[in-house]
């Protein structure tokens, strides 16, 4: 039971790393035996197909993050602040260690129908709905043009945050640091709940 299950993730490990590194189609299966020193049964009696442990390593990295983001939700109550909402959908992701997510996440992102197909469908579609449901409650003014824009951009901030994080304090003189989570995260909160709480986008300039 122990054997198979760290045979398991080594496999896993060494697929995530490998991925990362070298991107989906480039890497195969082969490469990834190496990497992980099992054999290609190994790979077949766990994952079945190359496609299946690439839905294992993804799913690895988002369930989690998906289950804090529903229990911070949960226990912000029935009418959370703007503020918690934010909260609940970034910290999980931004608590996370840099070096262990960043190249799967750039890897996913650099492939829009990869993210759609393999992360949006599966594992986010229905938490981007509450979120966003939870959103519209805590801004019912703002139009849902708006407001889906300004998750969207929300985002983009959370992403260039993580995979620049290791770059910033090099290009701001060491002014900009990510090594205090909580102190970045509130930056990152005020800055986007600022944004969602601007006004209404006009339809014309």
Not at 8 to 34: M, P, V
Request: proline share 5%; net charge neutral; charged share 20%.
């Amino acid at each position: 039971m122990f054997e198979r299950a760290d045979t398991k993730s080594k496999i896993l490990d060494a697929a995530e790393k490998l991925f990362g590194l070298n991107g989906f189609e480039a890497t195969s299966l082969r490469d990834i035996t190496t990497q992980a020193d099992v054999n290609l049964a190994a790979v077949n009696y766990h994952f079945q197909s190359k496609d299946s442990l690439i839905d294992a390593v993804i799913a690895r990295r988002i369930a989690p993050v998906t289950r804090m983001r529903h229990e911070m939700l949960d226990a912000a109550g029935a009418h959370p602040t703007l503020e918690q909402i934010l909260t609940a959908f970034l910290a999980p992701v931004m608590n996370k260690d840099l070096n262990v997510v960043v190249p799967l996440m750039g890897r996913i992102l650099s492939s829009p129908d990869l993210f759609v197909d393999r992360v949006f469908n599966k594992h986010l579609a229905e938490t981007s709905q509450r979120f966003t449901d939870a959103l519209s409650c805590a801004l019912p003014d703002l139009p849902r043009p708006d407001l889906l824009w300004r998750l969207h951009f929300s985002i983009g901030v959370m992403t260039h945050t993580m995979l620049w994080g290791e770059i910033v304090p090099k290009i701001t003189g060491g002014v900009c640091d990510i090594s205090d989570r909580p102190a970045l995260l509130h930056r990152v909160v005020t800055f986007i709940a600022a944004g969602f709480r601007a006004p209404a986008s006009k339809k014309d300039y």
